[in-house]
């Protein structure tokens, strides 16, 4: 049942059950509709911060008002979106929009932030969760795409794609030369996926198809991932120290920050590649640029950077060794609708007074 504050339906409070990942019960909260002093429904009212199809601003329309951000190349600036929270009811958000404490101490109405990623690290969910703002995110739906990306980026750097194409590109190509952009197998090769979750899980499965021997580091063991796919756990040390292919595809936490370093770096082999899908954040750039420099590893293939987007002067893309791309991890057409709809379904959820189906779960630590 949803309480009635001042004219607006309140929020409902209700226990949930343990989290995907496993950690520790925390509240969930059910949003009602509203209703105006007279009576008449008002309909909430939801800002957009990208862009988006007609189709998605008219789901949304049949049931809200609705603004947006119309610039698509320019992300919206953090002063509009303080207004706009400030008188919000939803936010529509995605993965380089940062919601921070400050930003969310600012919303006076605010109920749901739905962001159209699975990624959540750009929201303080501890300040929403204290605010009793809900805030839902796209699981499941771009896994296979993302981890087919991971595999595309993981092979591309392990052969030298880049590299050819330049060779072609720039009129290079001579002779057929014996030892010319010679690589690294990836088939019989060892694969060590850091954070075994969907992601993870799905990118392991592809490296099956290639024989390749699969060790995981994992939050907590995961028996069906080494039942199914013949996974086997390893502490992160021995997960950097042997395997051809370190793979992140855990999410950016405080644990997760710069867990690939200097140190974790120095550990790896040096024919040795680092596939990043996941967030920049998770490596310590500074030092991947002195390991691929120095040749203390073989080459990198990254989706993710730790400030994006990077322009052409950033240091990494002066290395032949580096595989760049812009964050198109989840980035095939049918994924993206998938991930839009689900986001704005969110929305919907919860002005209906419904518990929307991915509700992001507030950390236990
Ligand atoms: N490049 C891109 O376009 C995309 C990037 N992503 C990134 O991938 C991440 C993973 O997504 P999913 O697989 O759906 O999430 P998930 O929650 O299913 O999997 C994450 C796994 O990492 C593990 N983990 C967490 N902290 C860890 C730690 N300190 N050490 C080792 N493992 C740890 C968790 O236990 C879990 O098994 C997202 O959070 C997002 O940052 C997701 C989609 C697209
Ligand atoms: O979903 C995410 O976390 C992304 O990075 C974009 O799909």
Redesign the pocket.
């Known amino acids: 049942m949803n309480l009635m504050l001042n004219g607006h339906r309140g929020i409902e409070r209700k226990r949930s059950s343990l989290d995907?990942?496993g950690s520790a019960f925390s509240d969930k909260l059910v949003i009602g509709s509203e209703r105006s002093g007279g009576g008449m429904l008002v309909k909430p009212y939801v800002y957009l911060t990208r862009k988006m199809p007609p189709a998605i601003v008219e789901k949304l329309e049949r049931e809200c008002r609705v603004s947006m951000w119309e610039k698509e190349e320019e992300p919206v600036p953090a002063e509009v979106l303080a207004r706009e929270i400030e008188k919000a009811d939803g936010i529509y958000c995605t993965?380089s929009d940062p919601i921070p404490r400050e930003l969310i101490e600012k919303a006076a109405r605010l109920k749901i932030i739905s962001t159209m990623?699975?990624?959540?690290?750009n929201i303080d969910v501890d300040a929403a969760a204290e605010k009793n703002i809900l805030v839902a995110h796209t699981?499941?739906v771009?896994?296979e795409t993302?981890a087919d990306?991971?595999f595309a980026l993981l092979m591309a750097a392990a052969r030298r794609l880049p590299e050819g194409i330049d060779t072609i590109r720039n009129d290079e190509w001579g002779a057929w030369v014996p030892f010319f952009l010679t690589g690294q197998d990836i088939h019989h090769s060892r694969l060590g996926i850091?954070?075994?979750?969907?992601?993870?899980e799905a990118v392991a499965r592809r490296g099956t198809g290639f024989r390749m021997d699969i060790v995981y580091?994992?939050?907590?063991r995961?028996p069906e991932a080494e039942r199914d796919i013949g996974a086997r756990y390893v502490e992160?040390d021995e997960l950097l120290e042997t395997s051809d292919f370190v793979c992140v595809?855990?999410?950016?936490?405080k644990?997760?920050h710069h867990?690939i370093d200097k140190d974790a770096l120095h550990k790896m082999k040096e024919s040795a590649i680092l596939v990043n899908?996941?967030?920049g954040g998770t490596v310590d750039e500074d030092a991947l640029y002195d390991a691929l420099k120095h040749g203390s590893i073989r080459g990198a293939g990254l989706?993710?950077f730790e400030n994006e987007p990077i322009r052409s002067d950033h240091p990494l893309l002066s290395l032949p060794n580096v595989t760049a791309l812009p964050?198109?991890?989840?980035?095939s057409e049918k994924t993206r609708w998938k991930m839009a709809h689900m986001a704005a379904d969110h929305l919907l959820q919860a002005f209906r007074g419904e518990e929307p189906d991915h509700v992001v779960v507030k950390p236990s630590s």
Do not use: F
């Not at 850091?194 to 993870?200: A, D, E, N, P, Q």
């Not at 580091?217 to 907590?220: G, K, L």
């Not at 595809?249 to 936490?253: K, S």
């Not at 964050?327 to 980035?331: D, E, F, K, L, R």
């Open positions: 995907m990942a993965v990623a699975v990624g959540y690290n699981p499941g771009l896994t993302t990306l991971t850091i954070g075994m979750g969907r992601i993870g580091h994992n939050r907590s995961k992160l595809t855990a999410p950016y936490t644990e997760t867990i899908s996941s967030r989706d993710v964050h198109i991890g989840s980035a």
